[in-house]
């Protein structure tokens, strides 16, 4: 595709597991692996945005350890170029259960790892970058991610844009994720979008525009949902920098997301 993009965000090595059903408390019921590698939304959104745009630039933290060795070759195996800090703390990890309706519940063990503005890392090189998404960082990263053409963010970093101040291309998020509600900022952000999972979504542009997408064909029958937002947003952040379209765009995040449903595990 010829794009430059970069993720500025966080990576925890993460377990998936099948369960036929959540377990009541106290209960002790069996799991069955069914993947395991480098997810968390920076994670997964790199891999997606190196896949459509040939290659993906990371700019995050981890650990001195097992994990974080493999968890940078396994995303070097899926082009992800990686820049990361050591931490002197153990890579992040998570567990997440899939239930037998797909439906995944996910646990975060230790403090989460991401980059911060006054890390030694490559930050000038975002000035030439086409898009970069931001899943997590402080303040001063962010003003550093929005040195490229296009600047997207996950809503869950609500705070951190706020106090950045900086002007957003878009920001994209969970209605149903009680953590990712949108607050009106003094700069309001060119585009906000809320997905809603089988009934499509909704946005509004700065202009105060509003209005709805349609939900995307499956191109299979849905596996699990571990991921799909984060391909959703990673496809959209690639999409404004090739169409400002929003309407485009979108359908083009539409499907990405739809087609990670339908797909085991974050990647596809």
């Not at 820049?83 to 153990?90: H, K, M, Q, R, T």
């Not at 239930?99 to 911060?116: F, H, I, K, N």
């Not at 957003?168 to 309001?188: F, H, I, Q, T």
Request: glycine share 12%; proline share 6%.
């Amino acid at each position: 595709m010829g794009l430059r993009a970069a993720v500025v965000g966080h990576v925890e090595w993460t377990t998936i597991v099948e369960v036929a059903r959540l377990p009541a408390a106290g209960e002790i019921c069996s799991t069955r692996t069914v993947w395991e590698g480098p997810a968390g939304g920076g994670a997964v959104a790199a891999v997606r945005m190196a896949a459509l745009a040939g290659e993906c630039a990371f700019f995050t933290r981890l650990g001195e350890d097992t994990d974080g060795v493999r968890a940078r070759r396994r995303l070097e195996s899926h082009g992800v170029r990686v820049y990361a800090e050591s931490a002197g703390l153990p890579t992040s990890r998570a567990l997440s259960i899939i239930d037998g309706s797909g439906e995944r519940t996910t646990l975060t063990l230790g403090a989460r790892l991401q980059p911060g503005g006054d890390d030694p890392l490559p930050w000038d090189e975002l000035a030439g970058f086409d898009t970069v998404y931001f899943t997590a960082g402080d303040a001063k990263t962010l003003r550093h991610a929005r040195h490229a053409r296009v600047l997207v963010a996950t809503l869950r970093e609500m705070s951190t844009v706020a106090e950045a101040a900086v002007a957003m291309d878009a920001l994209v998020g969970s209605s149903c994720d009680s953590g990712e509600r949108y607050r009106p900022l003094e700069n309001p952000p060119a585009l906000v979008v809320w997905t809603e999972g089988g009934r499509g979504g909704s946005f509004v542009r700065a202009c105060g525009q509003r209005g709805r997408y349609p939900v995307a064909a499956l191109p299979g029958p849905p596996v699990d949902t571990y991921g799909v937002g984060d391909n959703f947003a990673a496809s959209l952040a690639i999409a404004l920098a090739v169409d400002p379209n929003p309407a485009a765009a979108l359908q083009a995040a539409a499907r990405e997301g739809a087609a990670c449903l339908a797909t085991r595990g974050p990647y596809r």
